[in-house]
């Protein structure tokens, strides 16, 4: 089957309104920039997004947001997004804030076929609300369920045209969970190599978790909070 | 160093530490080959202060081990932050990986150490520092994940609040981050262990008083015999 796309407009061409996605990065680090602007183009409608963030105002999931096509957001922290501030206040955005560790393992579970984990965030809090609990060795643990993402979407520094993917540094964080987790998963690389190409040892998601894959092109990699130190 | 804050409250003027000197004193804290995740804000500093010589390992929950200092001007590299997503650099020995991974490392208490801020701590250990009804809440970020496993909780916090309220409370009244979770409080008046028994006064800040100290912490206190004053740098 053909795993290869030429670009985001056609690697996305059939989510529909009402999708559950799953958008990989970790603020502006990692995200999948060429697919965010796709789906913007497409305008899909009323879709839950599976998050870290929410990106800002005019970048990642911010021009989703812009657009008001989010109808629901999971993230773990939303940040600085005046956007999604004022959607929040005017009941027009549904968010779920959940730990971000919890994020990740709940990713992680759909990927292993694992249908829910028991986790000790959030025990004694709010986030315990309503959830299933049970002691193991004397700690309490809370059920949380995997998540049923429709689509991933992820971005990889490189990968090849049987969808194996590599990470670069930090901008790996929840694309690998993610990419496992998506019953369709789309992933947009920096670099398509042929087949063959890349080390089998150096590879962090095998092909089998990846549907469609496409080289990206235009990344602005924004950063969000630019530091340096002084030559001495 | 010699360089505190001088402040004036109630006719009287108290030293206490700034945000630095409390990073610094819990930099005291860190052991040769602790691996330490460090939170946003005062507990970022502590970075500044690892004793010379010592191997400490920082855990950046994005995935990062081996955190190294931000980068010299040009060599900011978008694929490489930290959790308060700034540029940041590797250094020899560092490793990434993915964020179950990272949360797979704290839940499985593979981390030493936790050093984080919060607005709100109660003598049985609980923390509260992810919202404020009423205000916009921007979300819990690893704070959860993080005072729920960390084997070793140290909290940075000033002890009263911008209204002067102490941050030391019996029960919090904030909605809770975790139970029973934090070991130890360093304060700019104090460092307090939290015991059985509630809040336990272990040292106090170049010449801040216990009845200063007392009279700024809700929650109970317990102060048994003299107090020596906190060892900085």
């Known amino acids: 089957?053909?795993?290869?796309?030429?670009?985001?407009?056609?690697?996305?061409?059939?989510?529909?309104?009402?999708?559950?996605?799953?958008?990989?990065?970790?603020g502006l680090c990692g995200i999948p920039e060429n697919c965010i602007t796709a789906l913007v183009k497409k305008g899909v409608k009323s879709l839950t997004c599976i998050s870290n963030n929410a990106g800002v105002d005019d970048f990642g999931i911010g021009l989703l947001l812009k657009k008001n096509q989010v109808k629901k957001m999971i993230a773990s922290y939303v940040g600085e997004n005046a956007e999604f501030e004022r959607q929040l206040l005017n009941g027009e955005l549904e968010v779920e804030l959940i730990p971000q560790g919890t994020l990740a393992t709940r990713c992680l579970a759909a990927g292993y076929g694992?249908?829910?984990?028991?986790?000790?965030?959030?025990?004694?809090?709010?986030?315990?609300?309503?959830?299933?609990?049970?002691?193991?060795?004397?700690?309490?643990?809370?059920?949380?369920?995997?998540?049923?993402?429709?689509?991933?979407?992820?971005?990889?520094?490189?990968?090849?045209?049987?969808?194996?993917?590599?990470?670069?540094?930090?901008?790996?964080?929840?694309?690998?969970?993610?990419?496992?987790?998506?019953?369709?998963?789309?992933?947009?690389?920096?670099?398509?190599?042929?087949?063959?190409?890349?080390?089998?040892?150096?590879?962090?998601?095998?092909?089998?978790?990846?549907?469609?894959?496409?080289?990206?092109?235009?990344?602005?990699?924004?950063?969000?909070?630019?530091t340096v130190r002084k030559q001495i | 160093m010699t360089d505190f804050y001088f402040v004036i409250a109630n006719n009287k003027t108290l030293i206490m530490l700034d945000k630095n000197q409390i990073a610094q004193r819990i930099a005291r804290e860190l052991k040769d080959g602790f691996y330490v995740n460090l939170g946003i804000g005062i507990p970022t500093l502590v970075a500044n202060y690892i004793p010379q010589g010592m191997n400490v390992t920082l855990q950046s929950e994005n995935g990062l081990l081996g955190m190294g200092p931000f980068p010299f001007e040009g060599e900011e590299d978008a694929d490489l932050i930290n959790a308060g997503k700034q540029t940041i650099t590797t250094l020899p020995g560092s490793s990434f990986f993915d964020s179950a991974m990272s949360f797979g490392m704290i839940r499985a208490g593979k981390v030493d150490l936790t050093v984080l801020g919060a607005m709100e701590v109660s003598e049985n250990g609980d923390i509260a520092s992810w919202k404020i009804p009423g205000k916009l809440v921007k979300g819990m970020g690893g704070a959860?994940?993080?005072?729920?496993?960390?084997?070793?909780?140290?909290?940075?916090?000033?002890?009263t609040n911008s209204k002067g309220e102490s941050k030391l409370l019996k029960r919090c009244?904030?909605?809770?981050?975790?139970?029973?979770?934090?070991?130890?409080?360093?304060?700019?008046?104090?460092?307090?262990?939290?015991?059985?028994?509630?809040?336990?006064?272990?040292?106090?800040?170049?010449?801040?008083?216990?009845?200063?100290?007392?009279?700024?912490?809700?929650?109970?206190?317990?102060?048994?015999?003299?107090?020596?004053e906190m060892e900085i740098g």
């Open chain 2, 173 to 228: 009244q904030l909605p809770l981050t975790g139970i029973n979770c934090v070991k130890k409080i360093v304060t700019n008046l104090a460092v307090i262990e939290v015991t059985e028994n509630g809040f336990r006064l272990l040292e106090k800040a170049p010449g801040v008083s216990v009845e200063e100290i007392k009279s700024k912490t809700e929650g109970n206190l317990i102060v048994d015999g003299e107090i020596p």
């Open chain 1, 114 to 226: 694992i249908p829910a984990i028991y986790t000790p965030a959030g025990v004694g809090t709010e986030v315990a609300e309503g959830k299933e609990s049970r002691v193991f060795k004397g700690k309490e643990y809370l059920m949380e369920y995997a998540f049923d993402a429709d689509f991933a979407l992820v971005k990889a520094w490189k990968g090849d045209r049987d969808g194996n993917l590599i990470y670069k540094e930090t901008a790996r964080n929840f694309n690998p969970p993610m990419a496992m987790a998506g019953k369709i998963t789309i992933a947009e690389v920096e670099e398509l190599v042929d087949a063959g190409q890349l080390d089998p040892d150096h590879i962090h998601t095998p092909g089998i978790y990846v549907h469609r894959i496409f080289q990206g092109s235009d990344y602005e990699k924004r950063i969000e909070q630019r």
């Open chain 2, 144 to 159: 959860m994940d993080l005072v729920a496993s960390a084997k070793n909780i140290i909290v940075a916090m000033m002890h």
């Open chain 1, 1 to 26: 089957m053909k795993k290869v796309y030429n670009n985001a407009d056609e690697a996305i061409f059939d989510i529909p309104d009402a999708s559950t996605l799953m958008l990989g990065g970790f």
